[in-house]
């Protein structure tokens, strides 16, 4: 950079890192100058790869928002690289470039920094996971599932759906978003799509004549209730309407040992027997982040409310890999992009202290695909101490759900607010 400009170069290019560089560029306009780096040049739409691998769609032709564009129309310089380092005495980030093997390590300079690279989904440390196992994260495992279901693959054998144990650390103790709340604990990073996947691949089994929901054992670490930040209510109502499909609901287990031909093998030696084995694994902070002094003790990135290291305060971090990111749900990460643009608008000058300090109110915002175009619709923040819980079901958030992603394409992922609120108007007031 030769500006005299503040630069701010941000780590990662998916939903908190794009969100993040827009919202940058929205609240402190052309004071700064903005470098956006990813291994990828573009963006995973991860919310929508389940719904298409159930509807029989390859997700790499759907579920891809090419980054540079995006970002040009915002005058943000975009760099495809890996980064191996962070020196934050000396505000740099080490990275490699990604087009071609054999490229150089370069350095980028920074003046804040924001980490947005999510998180290692450790399908790595489930043994006999790429033997046996499937999964939806993105368009590698979504393809093989797909055609496992759609082309013969699945030959009607009982299924289990479930989460490896979570290693959460100790990085969002003692922050309060609601007054009286918490970031909570939680043994599995994120287990909306564990949902999803139960009530949609239910349905699935029904429409393509393979059987029962009786097939289908959905497991969850946690002691009570799966994906309790979904509201307590909620998920009573939904377990309680699993419950009538005849779907198994097993608790409390034990972390995943193996994944074998028969089966998901616990630690302690419990097997459930499986033909497929649907499983979302542990979400493990990046190798180039962990040992950072700005990480907690899993290697997230320590944060305040307002995204801000409290050490570092030129460091940010948004999306999975800040500590307070619970659970990991790009609809959160979304929220925090939000408040890194006003911080950064707030010291350029861009933006006053009351506009700007607004602190981090998490909500849970998620629409689930169940089927026969039908979908779950749940916000809630009763788990983090707020008052908020609503469920729907039905044809309305389904229409939403793939409408929200088709915003999303159109405005190069800037939803408007007035369409979040309309969604939510829609889903929650008109049927
Ligand atoms: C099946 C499934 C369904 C989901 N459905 C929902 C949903 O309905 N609603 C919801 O809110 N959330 C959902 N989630 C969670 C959501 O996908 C994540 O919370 C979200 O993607 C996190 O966004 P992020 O930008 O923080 O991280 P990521 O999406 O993980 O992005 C990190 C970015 O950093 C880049 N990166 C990583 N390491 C490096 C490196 N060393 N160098 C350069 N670049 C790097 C990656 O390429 C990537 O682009 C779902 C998750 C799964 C697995």
């Not at 003046?111 to 590698?140: C, K, M, N, Q, W």
Request: aromatic residues 8%; charged residues 25%; glycine residues 10%.
């Amino acid at each position: 950079m030769t500006t005299s400009k503040s630069h701010v170069v941000i780590l990662g290019g998916n939903f908190a890192g794009l969100a993040s560089a827009q919202k940058i560029r929205e609240y402190a306009g052309d004071s700064v100058d903005i470098t956006l780096i990813d291994r990828k040049d573009y963006l995973l739409f991860v919310p929508n790869v389940p719904t298409d691998v159930m509807e029989n769609r390859d997700p790499a032709k759907r579920q891809r928002l090419q980054l540079r564009p995006a970002l040009a129309s915002d005058d943000i310089a975009f760099v495809q690289g890996i980064v191996k380092r962070v020196d934050i005495d000396r505000r740099s980030v080490d990275f490699l470039p990604f087009e071609r093997p054999g490229a150089e390590c370069e350095v980028l300079h920074y003046d804040y920094l924001v980490i947005a690279l999510g998180a290692h989904l450790a399908y790595d440390r489930i043994p006999g996971f790429a033997e046996h196992g499937h999964t939806v994260s993105d368009l590698f495992h979504g393809e093989r599932l797909r055609q496992y279901l759609h082309e013969g693959g699945y030959q009607g054998g009982p299924i289990v759906i479930g989460s490896a144990h979570f290693h959460q650390g100790n990085g969002a103790e003692g922050l309060a978003p609601y007054p009286g709340g918490s970031i909570p604990y939680a043994h599995a990073a994120c287990e909306g799509p564990i949902m999803e996947l139960t009530t949609a691949l239910a349905s699935w089994l029904t429409t393509s004549r393979k059987g029962k929901p009786d097939k289908i054992t959905v497991f969850t670490p946690e002691e009570e209730l799966i994906a309790a930040d979904a509201g307590e209510n909620n998920v009573r109502h939904f377990l309680k309407l699993i419950d009538g499909m005849g779907i198994h609901y097993r608790k409390n287990m034990p972390d995943i040992a193996r994944l074998t031909a028969e089966g998901v093998e616990f630690q302690g030696g419990e097997t459930i027997e499986a033909e497929l084995k649907m499983i979302l694994p542990d979400w493990v902070a990046h190798e180039c982040l962990r040992d950072l002094p700005i990480c907690d003790s899993m290697g997230f990135i320590k944060t305040n409310l307002l995204m801000r290291n409290p050490e570092h305060p030129e460091i940010f971090a948004a999306g999975d890999c800040a500590a307070v990111t619970m659970p990991k749900i790009g609809g959160i990460g979304h929220q925090e992009a939000e408040i890194v643009g006003r911080q950064i608008a707030l010291d350029m000058g861009r933006m006053d202290a009351e506009e700007a300090n607004q602190p981090l109110q998490p909500v849970t915002f998620c629409i689930g695909d169940m089927g026969e175009s039908k979908a779950f619709y749940v916000r809630a923040n009763t788990w983090f101490g707020g008052q908020d819980e609503v469920l729907k079901m039905g044809r309305i958030p389904y229409r939403l759900k793939m409408r929200y992603r088709d915003l999303f394409f159109l405005t190069n992922g800037k939803i408007p607010g007035f369409g979040l609120e309309l969604a939510q108007f829609t889903a929650e007031k008109v049927f």
